[in-house]
Each structure stands twice: as structure tokens, then as C-alpha cells.
């Protein structure tokens, strides 16, 4: 994708100025917001991605915020930008949950962040649902299986440490699948207060429920949902390494 970049100043302006204060802002916020950024040493944002907004577009937008692909220095970034329609008054929550996740190899690297932005690693690669749709021939089943691992193993680190993600049953949009590493994104609506349940719910998403789980049987046999179920069902009370290792083996990976 190609990536010119646009200097921070012009964000206050239109068009520009819908993606730093989405969905509307006044002048005021728009000042307050480009200073802000000057702070984290943020020079510039490209307007590249998947998602669009208006004509613009970004790597991708949630019920907090939305992300762009910007420079810190000379250094590619994501930049997640609180919406301004938010029920989230601030970033901090966030970003301590990014940092915490960060303590065992999850999720993208988290460099700083401030009121109403979170600067963190940019992971070139493609959301799990879209990269899925691009394998087929010789090596698919094995790319799959070995990305379905990496991600379950993250998993089941966050389980370990009682971190709950809480959106892992919608799968598409929380996984990007890159070429030197495939992670988990979007901790927006985690939580250390709850039960936790992303083994269950990632496996459920890629084997059992989703349109991606009918794409997973078409590239390799997994066996019925029964099998399925019940080394799920026994995970979910034992939470142990051996009922993981127990569960990877049903899945064939």
C-alpha cells in the first residue's frame, strides 16, 4: 500500500481534521489535540489502510478510537486517536492494559501515550479473516496451522495471567497476520476483573461458530465439533498447560 505522509499541522483542517477529532470537533480540540501529538514526537499520519472514513483512509476503527498509520522520528507507527464520541474519557486505562499484555509477548509494542492517543508498534500484515481468503495451494494447511498456534499459544499466556481480551469471538477484526509475526490487537474492551476466556473463545471463533471457521475446514480436516466441545469444556475448568497441550492435539497443531 502506498504511504505518503501528511504533516500533523494540516490535521486541523478539512478533511483531515475528521479523522484526528472523529467523528466532530471544534478548532479548539483540534489545537489542543495537534500539540498533544507534538509531545509524543509524532510528526506526521498516512492516510492508508483498510477502513475508510469519508474518502480517507485508515488502518482501522473501533467504538474508542481510531488507528492510523503515522511517524514518530523516523520510526512507522500505529496511532490510536480517541474518538471524541467515546465513552472513554481517557487512553491511559488502555495503554496499561497494552503495557501489562506486552509482559508476556502480547500484542503490539506499546511506546507512549497521553489523554487521547496510545503510540504502539506498527505490525504490517492483514487482518485474520482477509488472510485467510488469500491461502490455497501447496503449504496452506501448514502457514494455517502454525499462525492458529502462535495465536492460541498467546492465549492461552493472557488465560495464565488471569487478562482477560474480550472481544476474541469476533476473530476477524482482533488478529493481524504478518510476515515476521501474527498478534493479537485491540485491548480496548480487556479486563483483569472477569473470568477469562480467550482460549475458548478464539477456538470456538476458528473451528466452531464463525464464516471463518467454515474457510478453516476447507483448508485442512479438523475433527467434529463434539471432540471439539468436550477438550474445550474440560480446558475451561482445568486451565492447565496439559489440557491446553491436550486441546492443540485435537486440533491437529
Not at 501529538?37 to 472514513?53: A, C, Q, R, V
Not at 473463545?201 to 479438523?222: D, E, H, L, N, P
Request: positive net charge; charged residues 30%; proline residues 2%.
Amino acid at each position: 500500500m502506498t504511504q505518503s505522509f501528511i504533516s500533523i499541522k494540516k490535521f486541523s483542517k478539512e478533511p483531515y481534521s475528521t479523522i484526528l477529532g472523529y467523528p466532530k470537533s471544534t478548532k479548539r480540540q483540534l489545537n489542543s489535540r495537534i500539540l498533544e501529538l507534538e509531545k509524543l514526537k509524532i510528526k506526521s499520519i498516512s492516510l492508508t489502510g483498510p477502513t475508510t472514513i469519508g474518502k480517507l483512509e485508515i488502518l482501522g476503527k473501533g467504538y474508542v478510537g481510531v488507528v492510523v498509520l503515522a511517524k514518530r522520528g523516523t520510526k512507522k507507527i500505529a496511532l490510536k486517536i480517541r474518538r471524541l464520541d467515546s465513552q472513554r474519557s481517557e487512553m491511559k486505562s488502555e495503554a496499561i492494559l497494552l503495557k501489562l499484555v506486552n509482559t508476556v509477548k502480547v500484542g503490539p509494542k506499546l511506546y507512549d501515550f497521553s489523554k487521547n492517543f496510545v503510540v504502539m508498534d506498527y505490525l504490517e500484515g492483514e487482518k485474520i479473516g482477509k488472510w485467510i481468503n488469500t491461502l490455497g495451494g501447496p503449504g496452506s494447511s501448514k502457514k494455517l496451522k502454525s499462525t492458529i498456534k502462535t495465536v492460541l499459544e498467546d492465549c492461552f499466556r493472557l488465560d495464565q495471567m488471569g487478562f482477560d481480551h474480550g472481544e476474541l469471538s469476533s476473530i476477524s477484526k482482533h488478529v493481524i497476520v504478518g510476515s515476521t509475526k501474527s498478534t493479537l490487537i485491540d485491548f480496548e474492551s480487556s479486563s483483569t476483573n472477569r473470568r477469562v476466556s480467550n482460549v475458548t473463545s478464539i477456538t470456538q471463533a476458528i473451528f466452531i461458530g464463525s464464516g471463518i471457521a467454515k474457510k478453516v475446514r476447507r483448508i485442512y480436516k479438523i475433527p467434529a465439533k463434539e471432540k471439539i466441545i468436550e477438550v474445550l469444556r474440560t480446558y475451561k475448568q482445568e486451565q492447565s498447560r496439559e489440557s491446553f497441550e491436550n486441546l492443540l492435539k485435537i486440533l491437529k497443531l
